[in-house]
């Protein structure tokens, strides 16, 4: 994309917070407001566009076949103590396979007390590997979706983890031509959606966001004065199953398959003008 | 930063490698060419802005101490064996500490034919997490020259390696401040900085790249007809040692400390008008 905006990117950036909290403090009511029409379409990555946490489970219970070697899945709760350790290590190594593979190395020595065999620790390192090279299935309809909302509104995808990873996802996937704009972001909170709406200089209520992920993609998303348009992923990471999203948030939209994304973004265009 | 650009950003992206060769191809022979005035200047993070390789380095040798356990250092060259293994990795991990760990856990397996034991491994994770949060000291005179070149032109930090350490080390070196806009990259180059280039609608030869390292910053904006400032810092990561940058190159500029940056750019910029 090319912007007419040498002089201009040297402005300094609005500090994020507080302009998340000022679009907050301005945004109409939206439910029943007259509001201005769509201005932008965020999509999700994984498990939006792309199977995704189907490889994580999958990792998952390889990770487990290895432990079995050493202890009793059923007494252990090898999951919850994964999740523990993965969630105390979210802080230092962010999300993504990597810090997965890490998180499981180190539960796997923990769970073991210090047991395991380097050979086995080995087929954990490739467990990781082969999550960090999934294929990438695009999921139905979703070409035919992105594309048929792309020629009316314009379309970002705005996706969370770990950037080279990602950057290889998006080429696999085959479906980089249809955003002009790519955003990869290490946390998917109000602050980092108002930063990317701040690039784009468009109010929140001008905003819808298409994900499966109701804690990632649609909560903050709402909590700025957005849209959200929700599509269910058949397995969802537990770390990303909480959620304050109430089920009969007004400016949020179902849609069991992408085909039904450019009918939800339009009925919220409608019901917005 | 705003952008007035909710309707441009619809545009397709023009393909990077073309971009990039088309401006190799138009760019005047600037040694003695009259361009234009510099438009912006790109600063590198890692042993440009703060220090970083010393880290690694001492990773490095505490992942050597454990391993003395088990093998005769001198004999089975394990630095070199690592750095087989890293470049290996980088294909799948891409660059970045969590990326090298997983590249330590690898290589001491390897290297101690799968006898190391996991109190060991365990070792080397931790290892790997102190380098992750490592502190980030400024180098002297850095914060000095950036805010003397940001008083006279756009500046931009562009750093490599994993989006989430990146973004800690750019919070933690109190510089966030300086740079309006910041570019973290898994790569850098031509390609790389073409989009960026492209990011700011500006032909190279209006651009200087700051950097300590020949390959990372310096030769792939020189191919796009760039201008670079080059400080080497004491220690350079064997992988980044490998270039192939003439040492008469004549849009170089050497700067033995960051002092003399803003003395440098102002020449570029003399010398160019």
């Avoid at 007419?4 to 909290?21: M, T």
């Avoid at 999700?44 to 202890?71: C, M, N, P």
């Avoid at 690039?199 to 709402?222: K, T």
Wanted: charged letters at 25%; hydrophobic letters at 40%; glycine letters at 6%.
């Amino acid at each position: 994309m090319h912007r007419k905006s040498g002089p201009r990117a040297a402005l300094p950036c609005p500090p994020y917070e507080a302009v998340a909290i000022l679009w907050r403090m301005t945004s109409p009511s939206p439910a029943n407001a007259h509001s201005p029409s769509i201005g932008l379409v965020g999509f999700d990555g994984d498990d939006t566009l792309w199977k995704s946490e189907d490889y994580y489970r999958q990792a998952e219970q390889d990770f487990e076949s290895v432990l079995g070697h050493y202890i009793d899945l059923h007494d252990a709760g090898t999951a919850q103590h994964l999740l523990k350790v993965e969630r105390r290590n979210l802080a230092v190594f962010g999300y993504g396979a990597k810090g997965m593979t890490l998180s499981m190395i180190e539960a796997a020595i923990e769970l073991t007390d210090e047991r395991i065999s380097a050979a086995h620790l080995r087929q954990i390192v490739e467990i990781g590997r082969r999550t960090l090279q999934h294929p990438v299935d695009v999921i139905d309809g979703v070409r035919e979706a992105v594309t048929a909302i792309a020629a009316r509104w314009p379309v970002v995808l705005i996706t969370k983890g770990d950037l080279f990873h990602q950057e290889q996802k998006i080429e696999r996937s085959g479906l980089r031509d249809l955003f002009p704009r790519i955003e990869i972001v290490s946390e998917k909170d109000p602050s980092t959606y108002a930063r990317v709406l701040a690039e784009f200089d468009l109010p929140a209520d001008r905003f819808v966001m298409v994900g499966n992920s109701l804690r990632s993609d649609i909560e903050p998303v709402l909590a700025l004065g957005g849209w959200g348009v929700h599509t269910p992923y058949a397995v969802t990471w537990a770390h990303e199953a909480e959620h304050g999203v109430s089920s009969d948030e007004p400016r949020l939209r179902l849609a069991d398959t992408a085909w039904q994304w450019p009918d939800a973004v339009a009925a919220i265009e409608a019901g917005n003008e």
